[in-house]
């Protein structure tokens, strides 16, 4: 089964986005083995300047990258991404497990996005719309995601 982890900057405050969270982490159990990291995000001021943001943004890449190992396949959420349909994503997923690839990492960054080091790191960069989400809705939807890709992929019903 493969290893997938979700590697998030910041804990998901609303009860709704935690329960839709932990619904499709269940629902993926049948299809691989998920797991959660969650890191802290850091302070910046209410009206930070570029480089307080960038620090910030060094910082949390640091933590990030520290979480990845070399063999893993890494999944960044960059609004510059790429972007799927359902079955191509399914598809590209479906190539990654069958060419042997162990662990797939998702990272979510915070409200200011990505340090340009992780964004490096990254096989690949992710958009997932080109309209813009709450942060905190990040995670469920990229749970939906999965839970929709291995379900397309199983020729499950969930998917039409």
């Known amino acids: 089964m493969v290893g997938v982890s979700l590697i998030a900057v910041g804990s998901l405050k609303?009860?709704?986005f935690r329960e839709a969270a932990e619904e499709y982490s269940k629902r993926l159990s049948a299809y691989c083995s998920l797991t959660t990291v969650?890191?802290?995000?850091?302070k910046v001021p209410d009206d930070p300047s570029g480089e307080e943001i960038k620090k910030a943004l060094d910082a949390e890449g640091r933590e990030l990258l520290s979480k990845i190992t070399k063999r893993d396949y890494?999944?960044?959420l960059a609004v510059e991404g790429r972007s799927f349909s359902s079955e191509s994503?399914?598809?590209?997923i479906g190539d990654l497990i069958a060419g042997g690839t162990s662990r797939i990492v998702f990272v979510i960054?915070?409200?200011?996005?990505?340090?340009d080091e992780v964004k490096k790191r990254a096989d690949l960069k992710l958009s997932v719309?080109?309209?813009?989400?709450p942060h905190q809705m990040m995670r469920p939807i990229v749970l939906e995601i999965l839970y929709r890709c291995f379900g397309i992929l199983a020729?499950?019903?969930y998917h039409k």
Do not use: N
């Open 14 to 16: 609303e009860k709704y």
């Open 38 to 42: 969650e890191i802290k995000e850091k």
């Open 74 to 76: 890494v999944i960044v």
């Open 89 to 92: 994503f399914a598809s590209k």
């Open 109 to 115: 960054g915070s409200s200011w996005g990505l340090s």
């Open 129 to 133: 719309s080109e309209m813009t989400f």
């Open 155 to 157: 020729g499950s019903k």
